[in-house]
């Protein structure tokens, strides 16, 4: 082709200019000792019912057909029967927000000083030779 694009590269360019942000750039921000949330009443209810389920259908290995199971069986409970359940669920969520609101005081009141800060020696010292490195080019 005469001074035309390939293919390949005008896909390339629109593939670049729509890039959104993976999933690992989201994660890197999230704190490994935030509590996790607590359990809905279904997700309690499954606890229970993968046991049975696993008890009575010891052949079965797929996970799809134990929420599948599961799902049919929440539905056809009645809400006294679901009870025990909600009431797990409530009490879990009660200890999910007094662990919270201690974390969050922990977050306020920021790193101790006795604690060291989450980079290790290597990784700062690494950053001061960056630094005098950029001033070095700086002055030349």
């Known amino acids: ?63 799809a057909a134990v929420g599948k199971a599961g799902g049919e069986k929440w539905k056809s409970l009645s809400d006294s029967e679901k009870a025990p359940y909600v009431a797990k669920a409530d009490k879990r969520k009660v200890e999910y927000e007094k662990t919270m609101k201690a974390y969050n005081k922990k977050l306020e009141e920021g790193p101790k000083e006795d604690e060291e800060s989450d980079k290790s020696v290597s990784e700062v010292s690494e950053e001061e030779d960056a630094d005098d490195k950029s001033d070095e080019e700086e002055d030349d």
């Open 1 to 63: 082709m005469k001074g035309g694009n390939s293919k390949s590269d005008s896909r390339n360019s629109k593939l670049a200019v729509n890039k959104k942000p993976t999933k690992a750039s989201k994660a890197a921000g999230k704190d490994p000792n935030k509590p996790k949330r607590p359990a809905s009443a279904f997700f309690v209810f499954m606890e229970d019912f993968r046991q049975t389920y696993k008890k009575d259908n010891p052949n079965n290995k797929s996970v």
